[in-house]
């Protein structure tokens, strides 16, 4: 039987209408002939894109096949016995050369009435941004769904929905229910639930190349958005190097920033799931038990349970996201 290491899988690209180049030119990942790359899926279990295994000899194994095969061994005892062998969270970059839709996201109840689905809560990572970038999260004051149906009708929806200006490193976390968009100029690191249900709102009257505009989902989403205002969308965070900084934490998924200038060890073995290693800046080399691991900028890594301590190794330093379930 074989045995597990840390997995590199084949990044999955997506052109979109709102897609650019960033994937290339700042990630290097190459898109081949797409004419543009507005996503690529690092890390997935969705059922119409799971991610394949890229390294070692479990290399052209599935996702799901693995979790199949090992089981707790692969994401934690706690894990499997609540997602069976349901990878429960999808990784992503995301390149806006355009806005996207401004949407929102059922939850779980929701998600599960109507799509046998999960719901997708989800948090970004700021890579990049063009100056003057900003998006959309929530709303810029108390909201009820009548109030929300007369600015939607009038054509006035962004009146009453909170913009942010963004730099590298910030971070927002987006329970189901917010409405939100990426706005142009953007490079993100997307953390979020095994779903790909997405409302959209609305979509700025664009067409696609045959002069389609894109289907909306105006009733569906009532149901779905939280009406509530809050006073702070973006997540404040410590910018602390050589520690690893507990960012985001909620019952889907936990992320912690790791910023580092010299080389460190992480101590995985309290931890009951698999972990993920999102790199967004520099590079390392994973060594663990049994061999190593080069990763760098736009590489997302996958240690399993198994895994209980990695050395990450740098001359240059690093920046990754390290996530968990749990």
Same mark, same amino acid.
């Given at each position: ?37 507005? !996503?690529?899926?690092? *890390? ?9 295994? $890229? ?8 996702? @799901? ?13 706690? &894990? ?7 990878? @429960? ?27 046998? +689905? ?10 990049? $941004? ?15 769904? !009548?109030?929300?149906?007369?600015? /939607? ?6 009146? *009453?929905?909170?913009?942010?200006? &963004?730099?590298?490193?910030?971070? /927002?976390?987006? @329970? ?5 968009? *990426? ?7 997307? *953390? ?11 979509? /700025? ?8 505009? #894109? ?13 509530? /205002? ?35 060890? #992480? ?31 736009? !590489?997302?890594?996958? &240690? ?18 390290? +996530?968990? &379930?749990?």
């Amino acid at each position: 039987m074989s045995t597990l290491y840390p997995l590199k899988f084949k990044t999955i690209y997506k052109d979109k209408i709102w897609g650019g180049q960033k994937i290339k030119t700042y990630l290097n990942k190459d898109f081949g002939d797409l004419p543009n790359c507005g !996503e690529t899926w690092e *890390i997935s279990g969705v059922p119409s894109d799971v991610s394949v295994v $890229a390294n070692g000899e479990l290399q052209g194994k599935s996702l @799901p096949s693995l979790i199949g095969e090992f089981k707790g061994e692969l994401v934690g005892e706690k &894990v499997y016995s609540r997602f069976g062998d349901t990878f @429960p969270l999808l990784v992503k970059f995301i390149d806006a050369n355009e806005d996207l839709s401004i949407q929102v996201h059922p939850d779980d109840k929701l998600a599960k009435e109507r799509h046998n +689905s999960f719901g997708k809560t989800e948090m970004w990572y700021i890579i990049q $941004a063009d100056e003057g970038s900003s998006l959309i999260t929530g709303f810029n004051q108390e909201v009820s769904e !009548e109030i929300y149906l007369e600015k /939607f009708n009038s054509g006035n929806l962004t009146d *009453i929905l909170n913009r942010e200006d &963004v730099k590298s490193g910030d971070i /927002f976390f987006l @329970p189901a229910g917010r409405v939100h968009t *990426i706005g142009a100029g953007l490079l993100i690191a997307e *953390i979020q639930q095994t779903s790909d249900i997405t409302y959209r709102i609305y979509d /700025f009257d664009r067409v696609d190349d045959k002069g389609n505009k #894109r289907e909306l989902h105006t009733e569906e989403a009532l149901a779905a958005i939280d009406y509530k /205002f809050y006073p702070e969308y973006k997540t404040n965070y410590p910018h602390t190097k050589n520690e690893a900084v507990e960012a985001v934490t909620c019952q889907y998924f936990t992320t912690n920033v790791l910023d580092y200038t010299e080389n460190t060890v #992480r101590d995985y073995s309290s931890i009951d799931s698999f972990v993920i290693h999102v790199c967004v800046e520099g590079a390392y080399t994973l060594k663990y038990n049994g061999g190593e691991l080069a990763v760098k900028q736009g !590489e997302s890594i996958l &240690v399993p349970n198994s895994v209980n301590d990695v050395e990450l190794v740098s001359e240059s330093g690093f920046k990754i996201l390290e +996530s968990f &379930v749990g």
